[in-house]
């Protein structure tokens, strides 16, 4: 199966490499405020405007022409090339956006770029683009050292696994970075390591990730809050940022400062995204998860934090992609499921239930749990669900695969081709979940904190809960490093749970 990846390396160029990377960053932008201004004198006057390969038409005639243009050889051609194709398909893009046929914020009209106000970024396309062992060859560049050794993508090139498309020159808090867009022939296995594993994820602000499996065990992964936790260094630095006179030598230093905090909270949350949902796809053949609107969410002045510093929406991105790629799927629940105010225990859906309560009670049955296990108990149940349901618009469907959608669905629901949404069937009254009681027979390695099933909190306890035992809490070993295990984690006992 031919997958689009992206392999991204940190450079370490010399003073005169980054004078090179910094002229190649200008021209870039210089191309795009050019054709910028083409395409507006000609709206203007034929309200159309120039295609990329008109664009580069009309560069090649004015660079001609135009002795102020005399230093374009200085830089690749390429760099020019993909600004006006870059610029198109933002006007393609902005086009789309106001007819509402794409998805996503709202797209305005591109803008002209200033230095020091947009993003330093250029593409290679063509010519000499390879790397090897701790060095990358890029056109009019040549070596470049990096920080960190390309074995992993030269194995690839060199066995003809993989094929490079491009490369895109960045800079991101002071340090220049190269990412290859390739297309590698990934071996996509047939079935999954664990057959008829399955998992139901509850995303939370408090905990990142709540999760019960088919054996009744309870998953906690506690995400690292990396903007919580840098707060503090990050009001500092903004405070000393704005002191700074413009255009000194300290605002420049401060400003890089101040980016690299940024940077890190970034790297910090894609890192732990990136080992849990690892950890998930591998595990389970079957992980249910929500469709949440992340972008209402996000609109709370009382959420929007928490909610941006744990990623959910990278999260599901990252599962959609890591379950296909070792033989599982992904299941989204329809956005008006109501996992959180379903009892997992006889299935009475309360009419209410505020997000300070962060313990489900049941009036019908009594069953007092965690909110968030109570959702990710629902959320299982549509993996095993095997009956139609019917969704809150009145279609007809079955809990499947992300990619597949109703016929008839809520506004605000996904769309075809992106995700899949299930509606779960409530169980009956009077009946508790199989999976909702099991004994702990085997605690999966996870990242996170993990709890045995049986485990009931003693505030917690009520008529229905579970029975209490003694239980053990374990916490998962901490790995090091961005490298992971190699294969299946076994999925044997690792812990002894007393009952």
């Not at 290679?124 to 990358?136: D, E, L, N, Q």
């Not at 808090?173 to 594993?197: E, K, L, M, N, Y």
Request: charged share 25%.
């Amino acid at each position: 199966m031919a997958v689009s990846q992206a392999y991204r390396f940190a450079l370490d160029p010399s003073p005169a490499q980054e004078r090179c990377l910094r002229s190649h960053a200008g021209a870039a932008r210089f191309a795009w405020n050019w054709g910028l201004a083409r395409c507006k004198e000609r709206y203007e006057a034929e309200r159309k405007w120039y295609s990329s390969v008109d664009l580069h038409r009309l560069w090649n005639a004015a660079k001609k022409a135009d002795p102020g243009l005399a230093w374009w050889a200085e830089n690749s051609k390429c760099v020019y090339q993909e600004s006006f194709r870059d610029l198109e398909r933002g006007l393609k893009d902005f086009v789309r956006s106001r007819k509402g046929e794409r998805k996503g914020k709202r797209l305005g009209f591109p803008r002209f770029k200033k230095r020091g106000r947009c993003r330093d970024s250029f593409r290679f396309s063509t010519g000499a683009i390879r790397c090897a062992g701790r060095t990358v060859t890029l056109p009019r560049l040549g070596a470049i050292r990096t920080y960190e050794s390309t074995r992993k993508l030269a194995r690839r090139v060199e066995n003809g696994t993989a094929r490079i498309v491009s490369a895109t020159v960045s800079r991101t808090a002071q340090r220049w970075f190269v990412s290859f867009t390739v297309v590698v022939d990934r071996a996509i296995a047939p079935r999954h390591p664990w057959p008829g594993s399955a998992i139901g994820v509850d995303l939370g602000v408090r905990t990142l990730v709540t999760g019960v499996d088919d054996r009744g065990s309870v998953i906690e992964i506690c995400g690292p809050k990396p903007l919580s936790s840098s707060l503090r260094r990050l009001r500092r630095a903004s405070r000393a940022h704005s002191r700074t006179q413009d255009g000194s030598e300290n605002r420049r230093k401060s400003a890089g400062r101040l980016a690299r905090i940024h940077a890190r909270v970034a790297y910090v949350r894609a890192d732990a995204l990136h080992k849990a949902t690892s950890e998930l796809s591998v595990r389970y053949e079957t992980v249910v998860a929500e469709d949440l609107n992340v972008a209402g969410m996000t609109r709370s002045r009382r959420l929007a934090r928490a909610v941006a510093d744990q990623g959910f929406g990278q999260a599901r991105r990252m599962l959609a992609y890591k379950t296909e790629w070792n033989g599982g799927r992904l299941i989204l629940a329809d956005r008006w499921y109501p996992s959180s105010k379903l009892c997992s225990g006889c299935g009475t859906v309360k009419a209410k239930l505020a997000l300070s309560e962060r313990v489900f009670t049941c009036e019908a049955c009594g069953l007092r749990t965690d909110r968030d296990v109570n959702a990710a108990r629902n959320l299982l149940d549509l993996a095993a669900s095997g009956a139609e349901s019917i969704n809150a618009c009145g279609g007809t469907i079955r809990p499947g695969t992300a990619g597949h959608v109703p016929v008839n669905q809520e506004p605000g629901t996904a769309h075809a081709g992106q995700t899949g949404t299930a509606s779960g069937q409530p169980l009956a009254a009077g009946r508790v979940s199989a999976h909702a009681h099991c004994p702990a027979t085997a605690l999966p390695r996870l990242a996170g904190t993990l709890y045995c099933s049986n485990h009931v909190d003693p505030e917690l306890a009520g008529p229905a809960s579970a029975p209490s035992a003694p239980s053990t809490q374990l916490a998962a070993p901490r790995t090091t490093g961005t490298g992971g295990r190699r294969g299946p984690t076994p999925r044997g006992p690792r812990s002894y749970c007393p009952t």
